[in-house]
């Protein structure tokens, strides 16, 4: 048997990352058993369906790794109408299913009980297709279902308990249930890697695919992703995009590996691994059953040591589209004729160790390229008091004096400005950071005022000065 998963995402909306993990964990189990990884397009939702977004989930399976041209498809549920059509009508043919024309309402007035699920009451009234009914599976009244699952063992549900479940509408659409395992038949999917939330359903479609004639696929159910409420992941409350997380400056390997460990750890005491060593070790058996914690805190902190490992001409690479910008980054504060590659390439080493996502660049280098540096005006404000007047002329008399204009002798002046005012170097040079730069963190300060050059920073020195 030829291993066969599948990835089939909705388009109606960005690309979420419990989605991005998912499509991981297939594309791996797809790997490691020399099988086929599909990519079906869920988009049978017109109402909500975009272009836009299928194109934003093929771009972003392209960032992870999942690059078109190496995977089936992708299949587009829409496609396949009739074949979800012939199904519904045949298990109607065969008694498996029935037409029900029963609302919310008359159920609750029946039992008695708003939470009670459906009672069953067109199973034998014999109803042919109509206005205003639906098609009902027809559960098994005894036994039970075992769901054979590689994640969490083999989950049992009594068929007692599963109601009657819908698989299509009175306008004779199916719904998700009966769509999904049709095709999931169709395309000869024999693993179904999933998140857990779906496993209520998997009773319901395991039923299915038997009622249909077909052997049900293996299942494997990974935990959920939760946010620091521990609450599910949510487009509406929590920042899930994986686009958003590749527009700010995460990089795809830190990001796929930090996903990876949603739910499983590689051996020995480590997290960061190259994903050769993912590929290799990653088990389904080895997932934990817990809800996983989405930490963004973590992610910013594997990102920043993704950063730092890069050769300096890769970080250079990865830096350029904050750089320029892009359809979808903003483009940065400077006219593109004022970027300078080479004064980029004497400080990417120094900004390099410092940031944690690749587009805090621009607030890095931007004094650099602007005619006058972005001002914070709280930097300025606690910088620019007392005695700092006095230490900017002086400062500007020192540099304008250096024989030599690099970092060493640019020190050595402002150390000498402050010594004769008994002041640290610290409090000596912030102003002058502020001066230069705009801000009071940024790149070490003598090696930025080196690349800035002589006279761009005598005069921002002088600007500053008359600002006070």
């Given at each position: ?38 990519l079906r397009i869920e988009d049978t ?67 008695g009980n708003q939470h009670t699920g ?98 049900p696929p293996v299942w494997a159910h ?247």
């Amino acid at each position: 048997m030829t291993v066969r998963v599948r990835f089939a995402p909705s388009p109606t909306g960005m690309f979420h990352v419990g989605g991005a993990r998912s499509a991981l964990q297939n594309w791996i189990y797809a790997k490691q058993h020399d099988g086929v990884f599909v990519l079906r397009i869920e988009d049978t939702d017109a109402a909500r369906n975009r272009p836009e977004w299928t194109e934003g989930i093929l771009s972003a399976l392209d960032w992870i790794g999942i690059e078109r041209g190496t995977y089936e498809g992708p299949y587009y549920q829409s496609s396949y109408a009739a074949d979800h059509a012939a199904a519904a009508t045949r298990l109607y043919g065969e008694g498996k299913a029935y037409f029900c024309d029963c609302k919310r309402e008359d159920v609750i007035a029946r039992t008695g009980n708003q939470h009670t699920g459906y009672d069953g009451f067109c199973r034998d009234r014999g109803l042919g297709p109509g206005e205003g009914r639906a098609l009902r599976f027809r559960t098994p009244d005894e036994g039970e279902t075992v769901v054979e699952d590689l994640v969490r063992g083999k989950p049992t549900f009594e068929n007692r308990l599963i109601e009657d479940f819908v698989i299509a509408r009175a306008d004779g659409s199916p719904l998700f249930l009966l769509a999904n395992v049709v095709d999931d038949m169709t395309m000869g999917i024999t693993h179904v890697i999933r998140a857990e939330e779906h496993l209520p359903n998997t009773p319901k479609q395991q039923l299915l695919w038997e009622a249909l004639g077909h052997t049900p696929p293996v299942w494997a159910h990974v935990p959920v992703i939760v946010n620091e409420k521990r609450q599910k992941l949510s487009k509406r409350r929590d920042k899930v995009a994986l686009e958003s997380y590749r527009d700010e400056g995460y990089l795809a390997a830190a990001m796929k590996n930090y996903l990876m460990l949603l739910g499983w750890a590689p051996s020995g005491d480590r997290e960061i691994v190259p994903w050769s060593v993912i590929e290799t070790e990653y088990r389904l058996e080895d997932v934990n059953h817990a809800s996983a914690f989405f930490d963004i805190k973590k992610l910013r902190a594997f990102n920043g040591d993704y950063i730092r490992a890069l050769a300096p001409d890769e970080f250079a690479a990865v830096c350029a589209p904050w750089l320029t910008g892009t359809e979808t980054i903003p483009a940065p504060p400077w006219d593109p004729a004022a970027f300078d590659i080479q004064a980029f390439t004497a400080v990417a080493p120094l900004a390099q160790t410092r940031i944690a996502v690749l587009s805090e660049i621009v607030d890095y280098v931007d004094f650099l390229f602007l005619d006058e540096p972005a001002r914070d005006e709280a930097s300025w404000a606690k910088a620019m008091k007392g005695d700092a007047a006095e230490i900017l002329a002086a400062t500007a008399t020192a540099f304008e004096a250096l024989e030599v204009w690099a970092a060493e002798p640019l020190k050595a002046a402002l150390e000498e400005v402050g010594l004769a005012r008994e002041l640290k170097l610290g409090k000596t040079q912030a102003p002058v950071r502020v001066a230069v730069t705009g801000r009071s963190v940024g790149l070490p300060l003598f090696e930025s005022i080196e690349v800035l050059g002589r006279e761009r920073t005598l005069r921002r020195l002088r600007s500053a000065l008359d600002s006070l």
